[in-house]
T-cell receptor, first 114, second 112 residues
Framework: DAKTTQPNSMESNEEEPVHLPCNHS???????IHWYRQLPSQGPEYVIH???SNVNNRMASLAIAEDRKSSTLILHRATLRDAAVYYC???????????????FGRGTQLTVWP | SQTIHQWPATLVQPVGSPLSLECTVE??????LYWYRQAAGRGLQLLFY??????ISSEVPQNLSASRPQDRQFILSSKKLLLSDSGFYLC???????????FGEGSRLTVL
């Protein structure tokens, strides 16, 4: 399983943008980049995913480096409810040998200050 | 719409006792199913995954086992619990083409 590296923690003020980095230098050509977040005492929640192009959805944006060795999750305006652990994960092909298994690291603990 | 349920939500068990955690998915058929464990202050550890009835793959050798007796039912078991089995157990199923994981509410196990 390909590894990702994330900072242990980050802080932000409410209503400011947040850029959460992730390094994945050993990513393969078929690996998708997934982001999840986990609130205390809850299961992780899907945030966004991408392969090569930048992606936007109602929750966040995902910026992927041209060489795909790093990516950044962007929360455009942080709220107190965005305080969570954010996981950057690489997912192999669903129907390939990896069966789409996701391996979670320790993620980044995001603290949002009012 | 699809839903996933786990029970029990909370469990306190003595060392050496058996364990059974259940997970049921509704609204989808033949999903890939996963069991994860999260120890206190740690990330999620993939324990088992299943691509179909009776088909179980183990990620980490341990005293836990999993079974899938029905298409949408996934069970995590142990014959004799250890202190190190304490943690937050999460069941998940994988959505079709996106590969998105949908997690249940989790089962918090404390082994004393």
């Amino acid at each position: 399983d390909a590894k990702t590296t994330q900072p242990n923690s980050m802080e932000s003020n409410e209503e400011e943008p947040v850029h959460l980095p992730c390094n994945h230098s050993t990513i393969s050509g078929t690996d998708y980049i997934h982001w999840y977040r986990q609130l205390p005492s809850q299961g992780p929640e899907y945030v966004i995913h991408g392969l090569t192009s930048n992606v936007n959805n109602r929750m966040a944006s995902l910026a992927i480096a041209e060489d795909r060795k790093s990516s950044t999750l962007i929360l455009h305006r942080a709220t107190l409810r965005d305080a969570a652990v954010y996981y950057c994960i690489l997912r192999g092909p669903i129907r390939g040998s990896t069966l789409g298994r996701l391996y979670f690291g320790r993620g980044t603990q995001l603290t949002v200050w009012p | 719409s699809q839903t996933i349920h786990q029970w029990p939500a909370t469990l306190v068990q003595p060392v050496g006792s058996p364990l059974s955690l259940e997970c049921t998915v509704e609204g989808t058929s033949n999903p890939n199913l996963y069991w994860y464990r999260q120890a206190a202050g740690r990330g999620l550890q993939l324990l088992f995954y299943s691509i179909g009835i009776g088909q179980i793959s183990s990620e980490v050798p341990q005293n836990l086992s999993a079974s899938r007796p029905q298409d949408r039912q996934f069970i995590l078991s142990s014959k004799k619990l250890l202190l190190s089995d304490s943690g937050f157990y999460l069941c998940a199923w994988m959505g079709g083409w996106t590969g998105e994981l949908f997690f249940g509410e989790g089962s918090r196990l404390t082994v004393l």
